[in-house]
């Protein structure tokens, strides 16, 4: 087999998916740094919690090690990582709001790929909910944002994982940017 340094994310992504138990430290290798990086920006938009970029990495490192998900590229991987991510942030906002001690919601800063009326602090938990309510009246818009926003993929990374045009993921980021504001009270 060749080293970590040989062979690319998709490689060994591939290599891990026919059940090469070794492919995942090759995966680690190639993408490890990109991944810190998804964590560091995730912890920085999430305000002040208890989390590492190391622990947010980590965690969601296990539970994709546990699931063992089909990942048909770098763009793919990282994506599910990112979402991973937001999932475990939200979850530990979520506990602190249910902190006996009266622990604060965390609080996010939606950037102008969100809200471009400029930058307002939206709580964690409100955002994770308006996002479930999106995915219910429209799946694809909500996955389309979770990515852009949340996974770091660019338009055309999107576009190919659904397999349509560039310009139908442009429509469907509008559509959802603009839902998002106005369900969060125009933040």
């Known amino acids: 087999m060749a080293d970590a340094s040989s062979k690319s994310l998709t490689e060994w992504l591939t290599a891990w998916r026919a059940g090469?138990?070794?492919?995942f430290a090759g995966i680690l290798d190639a993408s490890y740094g990109e991944?810190?990086?998804?964590?560091a920006e995730r912890l920085a938009r999430s305000g002040p919690l208890t989390l590492t970029a190391h622990d947010l990495l980590h965690e969601a490192l296990a539970k994709v090690m546990v699931g063992k998900p089909d990942f048909r590229n770098r763009a793919h991987f990282a994506a599910t990582l990112s979402l991973?991510?937001?999932?475990?942030?939200v979850d530990h906002a979520r506990a602190r709001a249910a902190d006996k001690r009266g622990g604060q919601?965390?609080?996010v800063t939606l950037t102008q790929s969100v809200a471009e009326e400029g930058h307002n602090l939206i709580d964690v938990v409100e955002l994770h909910e308006a996002l479930e309510r999106l995915a219910g009246q429209d799946p694809r818009s909500a996955e389309v944002l979770h990515l852009s926003y949340f996974g770091g993929l660019n338009q055309d990374e999107i576009a190919e994982l659904f397999q349509v045009s560039v310009k139908t993921i442009e429509r469907d980021l509008r559509f959802a940017r603009a839902w998002l504001f106005e369900a969060l009270g125009g933040h």
């Open 20 to 23: 090469d138990g070794r492919a």
């Open 35 to 39: 991944l810190r990086q998804i964590a």
């Open 84 to 89: 991973l991510m937001r999932s475990i942030v």
């Open 105 to 107: 919601l965390a609080r």
